[in-house]
């Protein structure tokens, strides 16, 4: 069989797909977060404790809050803080082991705030903390420059009245000097 050219042109301007349609993506579970804590890392207070301890000094380190679990074979144990400046804040130890392992190994320590614990406010710009008023009282505590023209005899001070202007020095330094030269060149 021959084909035409209006076959032809057809074939040209449709591309012959080769490869196979794409298999859907595998649909991932999502990642549940587990309701009781891990028996053995819920049991491993004194790892959760010592890891605290390398950080934080001993009386800063105080009773266990508890263990809340993060995701499966990962808990968090907290401490309360007995810091300076940070009442109501707990210390946290996060704890992880591997699948059929009774090790606990600390993954990380450092202080969260409690639901009672001092915070310090949100941050707030300063081009929206400025209020107008602001601005204005700064206006009227400046002082006024004194330009010349305004100065009057009662703004001059002691001081101005007994500046002597230095070309007036340089002609007593020449009527010193010997032979009437001025020392000044």
Known sequence: MSETPASMETAEAE?????????????????????????VLAAAVDAARNGLLEVAGEHEVGEHVGAFPDAERLVTHRFAAHVPGYEGWHWFATLARVPRSKDATVCEVGLLPSENALLAPDWVPWSERVRPEDTAEEDSAAPKAVTPEDATPEDATSEDAARVPEADVAETDAEAAPGGESPVA
């Open 15 to 39: 591309p012959v797909a080769t490869a196979a349609p794409a298999a859907p993506a595998a649909k991932r579970r999502p990642v549940r977060k587990p309701s009781r804590p891990d028996a």
